[in-house]
Every structure is written in C-alpha cells, then in structure tokens.
C-alpha cells in the first residue's frame, strides 16, 4: 500500500524551531517530485518547498527562504523540513507529497500522486 504519513508537527513558540518528517511506504521516495504544503485557516493549501519533477530544482516560497530546508534520509525513506525562525503566520496543517510537481510548486498530480494526512503546527506564545 503506497501510503506518506507525516509527523513531527505541534506547538511551538515564535521564533522556535519544527522538524517534520514524511514517511513513505510501500514505494522509495523518488529524488524529484516531492515537495511539503501547507493550509492555514481560511487559506487554499499553498507549495512552501518543493523539488520539481521537471528538472529537479528546489523551489522555496519567498516567505520561506533562508528558513526552510528540505532533508532526505534515504535509509529510512523519509524527507524532512527543517523549520527555523517559526512565527504565528506559519500555523497552518502541513502536508507532504510526491508525483508530478512543477518547478512554482504546484501539484499536478500524475499516476504516482500521493499525499500525506497532514500535521497540526501551531505558533504561539
């Protein structure tokens, strides 16, 4: 069964830091095509960091970078976010997925689309 299950998520303080994870299973995490979104409350689920699946390049939302990264640990078939800098406008569910990513982040979907069930993270003193 091709399943992503994210963890990691929580609450956390203004200029605290998060590491979420995404697990994959029943399939290897491919090296492109992956990428971590968000949807915060009353907002459409927007791409934060993303590895196209056209030519591989990362894409960082503005907001994001220098604060974002994302990290593979292919032993255990996962992909992180580093989270740093964490302020209240990044309380949003997080989600990742894998499948045809363009290089603005946006999912395309493709035969190989999947999504995780989300992560709560709330930033908050």
């Known amino acids: 069964q091709v399943q992503l299950v994210e963890s990691g998520g929580g609450l956390v303080q203004p200029g605290g830091s998060l590491r979420l994870s995404c697990a994959a299973s029943?399939?290897?995490?491919?090296?492109?095509?992956i990428g971590w979104f968000r949807q915060a409350p009353g907002k459409e689920r927007e791409g934060i960091l993303c590895?196209?699946?056209?030519?591989?390049?990362?894409y960082y939302a503005d907001s994001e970078k220098g604060r974002f990264t994302i990290l593979r640990d292919n032993a255990k078939n996962t992909v992180n976010l580093q989270m740093n800098s964490l302020s209240a406008e990044d309380t949003a569910v997080y989600y990742c997925?894998?499948?045809?990513?363009?290089?603005?982040?946006?999912?395309?979907?493709?035969?190989?689309?999947?999504w995780g069930q989300g992560t709560q993270v709330t930033v908050s003193s």
């Open positions: 997925a894998t499948g045809l990513i363009d290089n603005r982040c946006r999912f395309r979907g493709g035969p190989a689309g999947s």
């Open positions: 029943g399939f290897t995490l491919p090296y492109s095509g």
């Open positions: 590895i196209s699946s056209s030519d591989g390049v990362t």
